[in-house]
């Protein structure tokens, strides 16, 4: 199975969070239980690779990066744009080498706060997660965003977040202070067995983390690092990275049926398919998604600056459509063959997308996007024609509703 960046973060994150609160409470706030400086620590290794990792691709990758010119056509080439990207992909070029060094800055300089004292450790935390809401501002980027603030949490302390909080009656606030002074006094105590079972726990789930961030520390000090991969069967301690070489053009993928008996006659007549979110229709508003993820769109901006040969299950989605299949048609926006007989073909046309220039004539005529064809990207299929496609590679020829 191919893991997305995300999801072995995902993973990652949700494996230190088992580590940070007791097993065996459920109380809010357990009194001789204090979450563990050594899993806050691990959280804090986590966002600092993450973040650095990200940062060194990009250095080592795309030339425009280190051109500072990556920001001209990120906004557009992105996977999924939203709405606010159409306008920031016209913002003056002098904006877009500001943004590009800011970039830099926060993913090569500011993770290195972390180890630098409180303050600056406070100080990377609230960075990150002004970068982070940027992302998700300008970028339709999954859970990636959302999840990657997690970590940065543990850039704070009690102190820095008790401003969150009213010191009023008996709130969490007076009940952490409350507990705090208590522990101070009690400072020297004998432990209890289970804080002894905890310790331990704690010192050898460090040690394993240590362990195991040997080829990542590794891999990002190698000129030939490579990002989104994981060293140990189990996933728990990853490198990441995103967006080492920026797509210079959009290209899309637009899937059309028809239910002509000739697919390629003057006669017949195609009609677009058009997907939740992923550009298609010229006049449809770029989508807000995040931090939900449409797959499928995505997976289709991957196939459009690859071939269907490399993306073999493009034509077993085209095969499903041909057969009006219920469960794939549950993951597209518009089926222009809805409530009629399924098509007979269903092809790939492969076309350039841009943004339109705002308070120009395209965007006077309700349109967001701009679009030239550069060819076919897969010719028109039938069902009976996939028939040995789909049986050479074992899959379930579809049969038509």
């Known amino acids: 199975m191919h893991f997305q960046g995300w999801e072995s973060q995902l993973l990652e994150t949700g494996f230190l969070g088992i580590f940070l609160c007791p097993f065996w409470t459920l109380s809010q706030l357990p009194k001789h239980t204090p979450p563990s400086h050594i899993v806050i620590w691990c959280y804090r290794w986590l966002i600092f690779r993450i973040m650095l990792g990200a940062g060194?691709?990009?250095?080592?990758?795309?030339?425009?990066?280190?051109?500072?010119?990556c920001m001209n056509y990120h906004y557009e080439t992105q996977p999924v744009p939203n709405p606010l990207a159409f306008y920031m992909h016209r913002s003056p070029w002098w904006f877009h080498q500001f943004e590009t060094l800011f970039n830099h800055f926060i993913e090569l300089v500011v993770p290195f706060f972390i180890?630098?004292?409180?303050?600056?450790?406070?100080?990377?935390?609230?960075?990150?997660?002004?970068?982070?809401?940027?992302?998700?501002?300008?970028?339709?980027?999954s859970f990636l965003n959302w999840l990657t603030m997690v970590p940065s949490l543990a850039c704070?302390?009690?102190?820095?977040?008790?401003?969150?909080?009213?010191?009023?009656?008996?709130?969490?606030?007076?009940?952490?202070?409350?507990?705090?002074?208590?522990?101070?006094?009690?400072?020297?105590?004998?432990?209890?067995?289970?804080?002894?079972?905890?310790?331990?726990?704690?010192?050898?789930?460090?040690?394993?983390?240590?362990?195991?961030?040997?080829?990542?520390?590794?891999?990002?000090?190698?000129?030939?690092?490579?990002?989104n991969t994981s060293f140990n069967p189990l996933r728990i301690v990853n490198t990441y990275g995103a967006f080492g070489s920026i797509t210079k053009e959009r290209t899309e993928v637009i899937l059309q049926g028809t239910s002509s008996p000739d697919p390629n006659g003057p006669a017949a007549v195609w009609e677009e398919y058009e997907f939740k979110?992923?550009?298609?229709?010229?006049?449809?508003?770029?989508?807000?998604?995040?931090?939900?993820?449409?797959?499928?769109?995505?997976?289709?901006?991957?196939?459009?600056?690859?071939?269907?040969?490399?993306?073999?299950?493009?034509?077993?989605?085209?095969?499903?459509?041909?057969?009006?299949?219920?469960?794939?048609?549950?993951?597209?926006?518009?089926n222009p063959f809805e409530g009629e007989?399924?098509?007979?073909?269903?092809?790939?046309?492969?076309?350039?997308?841009?943004?339109?220039?705002?308070?120009?004539?395209?965007?006077?005529?309700?349109?967001?996007?701009?679009r030239k064809r550069i060819g076919p990207y897969f010719p028109p299929v039938n069902l009976e024609g996939l028939r040995k496609y789909f049986e050479s590679r074992r899959w379930p020829l579809p049969s038509q509703n």
């Open 56 to 69: 060194l691709i990009k250095i080592r990758g795309d030339r425009c990066w280190r051109e500072l010119t």
């Open 115 to 141: 180890f630098l004292g409180r303050r600056m450790c406070i100080l990377q935390g609230v960075l990150q997660i002004f970068f982070q809401a940027l992302l998700i501002i300008s970028g339709n980027l």
């Open 156 to 227: 704070f302390d009690d102190v820095s977040l008790g401003s969150l909080f009213s010191s009023r009656g008996k709130g969490i606030k007076a009940r952490v202070l409350e507990t705090q002074d208590k522990a101070a006094k009690e400072k020297g105590a004998p432990l209890r067995y289970g804080c002894y079972i905890r310790r331990v726990v704690n010192i050898s789930f460090g040690v394993l983390i240590a362990f195991l961030s040997v080829p990542v520390v590794v891999n990002l000090l190698s000129s030939r690092q490579v990002m």
């Open 277 to 334: 979110c992923k550009p298609g229709d010229l006049r449809r508003r770029p989508c807000f998604i995040s931090p939900y993820h449409y797959r499928l769109d995505w997976l289709m901006w991957f196939a459009a600056f690859q071939t269907y040969e490399q993306n073999e299950w493009i034509i077993h989605l085209a095969g499903k459509l041909l057969a009006n299949e219920k469960e794939v048609l549950s993951l597209m926006a518009f």
């Open 341 to 370: 007989a399924p098509p007979r073909w269903v092809r790939g046309e492969h076309f350039q997308y841009k943004f339109c220039q705002p308070g120009g004539k395209h965007a006077r005529d309700s349109k967001w996007w701009i």
